[in-house]
């Protein structure tokens, strides 16, 4: 009974949810949408955001995806879950709940993979990943994205250290990143990189807030961890792995976490997923790496591996709440076969962000936008 | 009588010794922790403050590691094995690197200091209480390691930013010179981690010479040879207290496993490799039967034992927090 009453009101969000993004994505990939219907969106997402996660906005029996690291598909495809127990899985949308067929299997950690196909007739658009078991239902808002195409040709947003929770301005942090998360669904984006210090200081609410936000965007979003993000293991329970990688069609993304003093400390099993992830990318058009910071003496087993070995084609990150100089435009390491390029954006807490154009030519940053008020 | 036999047993092949290691549930409360085998009994040891990782003096007494000064930046702690007393080093600089490395009379320890890419190797003598810097003025130096008392092979950084690649270099007081000898051919590549084995002339090092990363080893007699050899990425050599074997850790079975090799015969064999899960950072035992590394078999970093002639496992920790970088004691005679 509880499970209806959550499917019943969840049909209703999701519905104009994935109506938009659905026809959004089949006009190229590339929302673009008036204030009226952004305000429908909105209401619809905020309304379904008591029956996604805990009530802490923490991840339940979905580990991934989520929100934070969605799966990008054509129809037909599979894709990987992760989760805490085996249990029944669906796609929320408008027309209902869409069953998947899984195959578990265990991992190590008491964890159960599956392996879901998504059927061919499931319409393209964004989806909530539900999952029942034993009595509880778990909602991974935006976690499943179907495209009927990957374009060769497409933009990338990249927010950097929103710091939700801070009070480095007039306007609310909160504030900023609304409007910044805004510009980026009018920005014509595939998709929005988000990388680190997406909280002031790791609190629990801080994440909660950033979530509500980022469930309102309506691209797909890919986060990771910075070091303001660092307290207790917040990050890891709200987004879950610090290290992953994804595919946009012949694209290979890299997303991982930069701790305070390492690009991934060396005595941990960081840099194993990144060496394996890495290796996992080779065949892409293009490799690229995105995470919170960069220097070039914090530790060394990840950039043997991403900059050195086989070096990424671009290196996408903030941190510095500057952009890189002419001075900085790659890696220091000459790499295998090319020194990595990088760029730094500036801060979105102080209402920026930039837009990349990712096609056969090349990655090309575009210049930095200012998309919100500070004042 | 079956039971009796299976815990005879058990006993008989455990382990024996102690094993220095880090211990956390996060990176900021990081510690240096000593395991008393077989028991399983564990004594926290370190500062409990960004601990890195332990390492042992020669003779066992004292165990090394880095973690936060006591004003600001970073420093060598020396810490007896249990806990009774400590040392802390006084530095010039306020960022100390690691992990600090004993030279083989014990008198020493060797570690970086400064910031960036741009660093220097420092030596601290602990019985005049003095830090002096060994190399020369110019040359960027990283991951020193002792070859015998009186030289130090690093990895010396080579070119300009957006050109960088490495060397290895013998390093004394005053001098700083690149052992090209070692290098398997000349170019652009990147030699990281250098291992020597003084009582043979040989060093073992990573390099990725020939396409990815791969273990070499330099011997006087045959000059420097790939031996692990496999388009997977192999890293971490380990040199087994006897020179017999290297053990490494690589990529070949799809997640990094631990392995060893013998590099003269260069025929490699698994120790801990898995399809879903990592084995990393093996430390041999001072008898050279068991290797001890961490595994996330079960999902948490925990240590594990392999004895890799008897092809038996055992786990060794088992407690709550996340395991890291074992370093067996060595035998005190």
């Known amino acids: ?375 | 009588m079956g039971f009796i036999f299976t815990i005879a047993l058990a006993v008989v092949v455990a382990p024996e010794g102690q094993i220095a290691f880090l211990a956390a549930t996060e990176q900021e409360d990081q510690q240096v922790c000593v395991l008393n085998l077989p028991g399983g009994e564990i004594t926290p040891i370190g500062a409990g403050q960004r601990d890195g990782e332990p390492a042992w003096s020669p003779d066992g007494a004292w165990i090394a590691y880095i973690t936060q000064a006591p004003e600001s930046g970073t420093g060598v702690r020396l810490v007896r094995p249990d806990g009774a007393s400590e040392r802390i080093l006084k530095h010039a600089e306020e960022w100390v690197h690691g992990p600090p490395v004993w030279s083989p009379d014990g008198t020493k320890l060797a570690y970086t200091t400064g910031g960036g890419l741009d660093q220097r190797v420092m030596v601290y003598d602990l019985d005049s209480d003095t830090e002096e810097r060994w190399g020369t003025d110019t040359q960027s130096l990283l991951r020193p390691a002792w070859n015998g008392d009186a030289q130090i092979i690093a990895v010396g950084t080579v070119g300009e930013p957006g050109a960088l690649s490495t060397d290895l270099f013998w390093v004394t007081k005053t001098t700083a010179n690149p052992a090209i000898e070692l290098q398997a051919s000349t170019g652009t590549y990147v030699e990281w981690l250098p291992k020597p084995l003084p009582e043979e002339g040989a060093v073992a090092y990573e390099s990725n010479d020939g396409g990815d990363r791969e273990i070499f080893v330099f011997a006087m007699k045959r000059g420097a040879m790939d031996v692990s050899n496999h388009r997977a990425a192999d890293w971490n050599p380990v040199w087994s207290p006897s020179g017999e074997w290297i053990a490494f850790e690589s990529f070949r079975g799809g997640r990094r496993g631990v392995y060893r090799v013998n590099p003269v015969q260069v025929r490699v064999s698994p120790i801990a490799a898995a399809e879903d899960h990592d084995n990393w950072a093996p430390a041999w035992s001072p008898d050279g039967q068991w290797l001890a590394y961490v595994s996330n078999r079960d999902g948490r970093p925990r240590l594990y034992a392999t004895n890799a002639d008897e092809d038996e496992t055992i786990a060794i920790t088992q407690h709550e927090l996340n395991d890291y970088a074992p370093a067996w004691r060595p035998e005190t005679k």
């Open chain 1, 1 to 375: 009974m509880r499970e209806m009453k959550y499917m019943d009101s969840h049909l209703f969000v999701s519905a104009a949810w994935r109506y938009f993004l659905a026809t959004q994505i089949r006009k190229g990939n590339c929302p673009h949408f008036s204030s009226g219907i952004l305000l429908v969106v909105l209401f619809a997402t905020f309304c379904s955001l008591s029956q996604a996660r805990d009530a802490n906005g923490l991840l339940e029996i979905i580990i991934t995806p989520n929100d934070g690291m969605p799966a990008l598909l054509l129809p037909g495809e599979t894709f990987d879950v992760v989760a805490t127990r085996q249990a029944e899985l669906s796609l929320s949308s408008e027309s209902g709940i869409i069953p998947l067929a899984a195959e578990w299997t265990e991992l190590p950690g008491e964890r159960m993979k599956a392996i879901c196909r998504v059927p061919d007739e499931v319409p393209l658009g964004g989806y909530a990943l539900q999952a029942a078991a034993e009595g509880a239902t778990d909602t991974n808002l935006r976690s499943v994205f179907l495209f009927d195409a990957f374009p060769d040709r497409y933009t990338v947003a990249h927010v950097t250290d929103t710091h939700v929770g801070s009070g480095r301005h007039d306007r609310t942090s909160e504030a900023i990143f609304q409007d910044v998360i805004n510009a980026v669904n009018e920005s014509g984006a595939a998709f929005a990189l988000i990388t680190g210090d997406l909280t002031e200081n790791g609190e629990a609410v801080q994440f909660k807030n950033f979530i509500e936000i980022l469930n309102t965007c309506t691209l797909p979003t890919f986060v990771c961890s910075g070091n303001h993000d660092r307290k207790d293991l917040s990050y890891e329970q709200a987004f879950g792995p610090d290290a992953y990688m994804f595919w946009f069609g012949k694209d290979g993304y890299l997303g991982f976490d930069t701790k305070d003093f390492y690009v991934a400390d060396d005595l941990r099993a960081q840099p194993a997923d990144l060496q394996v992830y890495r290796r996992a990318l080779k065949p892409a058009r293009w490799a690229i790496g995105f995470s919170h910071r960069y220097e070039a003496d914090m530790g060394m087993r990840a950039q043997l591996a991403l900059f050195v070995d086989d070096p990424l084609d671009w290196f996408i990150f903030g941190h510095w709440h500057r952009e890189n100089t002419e001075a900085e435009q790659t890696v220091p390491w000459a790499g295998a076969t090319h020194p990595t390029p990088i760029t730094v954006t500036p801060a979105a807490i102080n209402g920026v962000i930039r837009l990349f154009d990712i096609g056969p030519g090349g990655i090309t940053p575009g210049l930095v936008q200012t998309v919100a008020e500070t004042k």
